[in-house]
């Protein structure tokens, strides 16, 4: 099967400090954390808040999503943190 995001639907965890997505992979659904700080990185304004943060993931959501997608391919589990290892500089490109 192919990974999909159909649903667009993202929310933020204050606590971990993450966005959680999902993605499915036929049936089964697979869980991504993306951490806020590369958002704070590479927003003009650091140090966002939960509506700051939705709207720069949505601003940076189909490099996310490659990324997402690159990293399952690597590591077919059901929850991925991505990290900036696996993110580098790619939302300062994306600018």
Do not use: C, W
Not at 5 to 27: A, K, M, Q, W
Not at 77 to 93: K, P
């Amino acid at each position: 099967m192919t990974l999909s995001f159909n649903n667009p639907t993202r929310s933020y965890d204050e606590r971990r400090g993450v966005i959680r997505f999902v993605g499915h992979d036929g049936l089964n659904q697979i869980l991504f954390l993306f951490p806020v700080e590369l958002l704070d990185q590479a927003a003009p304004a650091p140090r966002l808040h939960e509506q700051g943060y939705l709207m720069a993931f949505d601003r940076y959501r189909t490099k996310i999503i490659a990324i997402a997608q690159a990293m399952y391919k690597q590591n077919n589990r059901s929850m991925i943190e991505l990290d900036a290892g696996a993110v580098g500089s790619s939302l300062r490109i994306a600018n």
